[in-house]
């Protein structure tokens, strides 16, 4: 008798513990998805705060016709040409005017394949590339030894295609031409954006400090001679303001061309 209800004891303790196993197997699979989505969400929350704080100009959607031409001159100018588009592609009156120039080792041809020529266009402006003598698809002239004779061809080139009044973007070997004009006819422009240019060191203090452009100067991070060097004298412009694109070479807006999308934006948007 006492051995069967030690027997009956054993099973019914054995029943409650199989018992509280499958009431703990219920309620982990009841309470799992809940403390899966917990551990999830945090994760998420920051991916999507680091896009977010991030993100870049999204590129266009609507396709962009960039034409080409060539003035006729000494030499005869090739140039690229984005037209300014709503949202439904239509063209329309351009909010400003952008002309854009190229360092050493790019041409007309850059701004295109960087998509900058298309976002332009379809944030309302219009767009201008122009292959400087010797590149591209501008022949070399022997008419360009001076300052002032830089200076005349970009005038020309302006009055050519009744540009008036243009935001004025140039890199690096394209300092050349965009510095003298600065110095010269900065009341000509709406905006200067010099990128790491050359020649900052060829101008005065009193100078640069006589210039009323709006400009805003671009840099990459890793360009400690020219970019570093150009920061400082073009910071002596009264109208300034700057961008470091960080982890950018020489080059910035070609290692960071969301960075440098967003900031040219920006620039523009503040013009107007």
């Known amino acids: 008798m006492v051995k069967q209800l030690r027997k009956m004891n054993f099973l019914r ?27 999830m969400e945090p994760s998420l929350e920051v991916q999507r705060m680091g896009l977010s704080v991030a993100s870049p100009p999204p590129p266009p959607t609507i396709n962009v016709t960039v034409r080409t031409g060539q003035l006729p001159g000494d030499p005869p100018l090739f140039f690229r040409e984005a037209l300014p588009i709503d949202g439904a592609g239509r063209q329309i009156l351009p909010r400003l005017q952008v002309v854009l120039l190229h360092g050493q ?12 020529l298309a976002l332009l266009a379809t944030n309302g402006y219009q767009a201008l590339a122009l292959d400087l003598p010797g590149f591209g698809n501008t022949p070399d002239s022997d008419a360009l030894k001076t300052d002032q004779n830089r200076v005349d061809l970009l005038l020309r080139f302006l009055e ?41 060191r060829n101008y005065t203090p009193q100078q640069y400090q006589a210039i009323q452009t ?16 150009s920061y400082k004298n073009l910071s002596q412009l009264p109208r300034h303001a700057a ?23 920006d620039f523009l948007s503040k013009l107007e």
């Not at 050519?160 to 050349?176: D, E, K, N, W, Y």
């Not at 709006?214 to 060097?229: R, S």
Request: aromatic residues 8%; contains cysteine.
């Open 13 to 39: 303790n054995r029943l409650v513990v199989l018992g509280l196993v499958l009431l703990a197997t219920l309620l982990l699979y009841l309470l799992l998805p809940a403390i899966r989505q917990g551990s």
């Open 105 to 116: 080792a790019f041409t007309s041809k850059t701004w295109e394949d960087l998509g900058t």
């Open 160 to 200: 050519a295609l009744g540009v008036r009044t243009p935001v004025l973007l140039s890199p690096s070997m394209s300092g050349h031409f965009s510095l003298p004009f600065l110095i010269k006819h900065g009341a000509q422009l709406r905006g200067f954006i010099p990128i790491a240019p050359v020649g900052t």
């Open 214 to 229: 709006p400009t805003l100067i671009v840099y990459g991070e890793q360009d400690i001679n020219l970019g570093a060097q």
């Open 243 to 265: 961008i470091r694109l960080a982890g950018a070479r020489h080059a910035c807006y070609m290692d960071k061309p969301r960075e440098f999308h967003q900031a040219l934006l």
